[in-house]
């Protein structure tokens, strides 16, 4: 299965998830647009920002990275799933929309800041 694909089923099951109040795809890289002097460089958003941004209908932020199988999140999307559940978000990473079904739920019983990153693959836990 390709990322995207998995990208795509993870935002349909959010956006019909009763605790999601919103959720968005986010783009990040970098492009050239134009040529010679009208040339410019264009960045999009920061290193390790996750794929999916939203926020629970609890008022937390969350953010899902999401990999193809047999991936995992890099140094920089590590960092940035750490920052989001220290500042009492709820952070996560899976590499099937499935683990979204347990990924929610486990993170909306956490009442303690700050809740640890979701790792479906608990070897990968960093």
Not at 13 to 26: F, G
Not at 46 to 69: H, M, N, T, W, Y
Not at 70 to 83: C, E, K, M, V
């Amino acid at each position: 299965m390709r990322e995207t694909d998995i990208l795509l089923a993870c935002l349909e099951l959010l956006e019909h998830h009763p605790s999601v109040a919103w959720c968005m795809r986010m783009n990040t890289g970098a492009a050239v647009f134009g040529e010679g002097e009208n040339q410019r460089f264009v960045k999009f958003s920061e290193p390790g920002v996750s794929d999916i941004v939203g926020q629970l209908k609890d008022g937390r932020f969350f953010a899902v990275e999401v990999k193809r199988p047999g991936n995992t999140p890099t140094d920089d999307q590590w960092a940035f799933l750490r920052n989001v559940a220290k500042g009492g978000g709820v952070a996560g990473w899976v590499d099937d929309p499935a683990q979204l079904a347990d990924f929610i739920p486990a993170r909306l019983q956490v009442k303690t800041l700050p809740c640890s990153v979701y790792c479906p693959h608990t070897k990968d836990k960093k």
